[in-house]
């Protein structure tokens, strides 16, 4: 019994020294933020987890890591808000989001390209699923969230040809009549590698008589920075 308790005092004790943060007195919902906060502390410890598997023989570090994030995929389930489908561009697999409430005109269309680093992620992660339904259902927008084959086993240009063959495919007006897209209300979008991928078939893109993209943006966040690294939690979880 005394080992036991011992042992359960040993076990407290990481986990508080695990979990603590220092919290102003006057934040919201310090509860939340402390859950939020030790999540990304394990998600950063993943990498490690990784590498200890590639050491013991049990798997090459991208299959592995392949593996855990698609432990975070979700189903495309619709809900009171927002209808969600899967269907193929080109052959290239891609996630729909279309609002469900009646239109008072053509809606605005939003192509999604998610990150990863090439050989990471897909739109069916529980993170690029819940940004499409929420901004098909915050803008009224016809959310296309693409697919494209990753590294290791898929090499450039492979990545660069699925998003851009999937986007030409969706630009196409009988295709924008289909899920009642407003044309001169069309964008691109994507994070890290997808947003790579977006300025590179965005160049492309112009070149065709389907659309001409007059403007886009691109942010990249090369957060480096001392004071960056030191509240890079705090940042995360603002709202």
Known sequence: MGRKALLLLIMGVFVAYYTYISLPENIEEPWKLLCMTTSMKTNRCGKYRILCAELLGINHFLNMATFFVSLQE???????NVTVMETTFNNIPVRI???KRKPERLRRGLFYVHG????LGSAALFSYDFLSRRT????????ISANYRIAPKYHFP???EDVYNALKWFLHQNVLDKYGVDPE????SGDSAGENL????TQQVRCLDLLLLKK???LKYLFQTLTYQSNYIMLYVRN
């Open 74 to 80: 979700v189903p495309p389930t619709s809900d009171e």
């Open 97 to 99: 989001y279309v609002p």
């Open 116 to 119: 990863g680093g090439w050989r």
């Open 136 to 143: 098909a259902d915050r803008l009224d927008a016809v959310v």
């Open 158 to 160: 492979n990545h660069f």
């Open 185 to 188: 209300r069309t964008g691109i």
């Open 198 to 201: 977006v300025a590179a078939v």
């Open 216 to 218: 886009y943006f691109t």
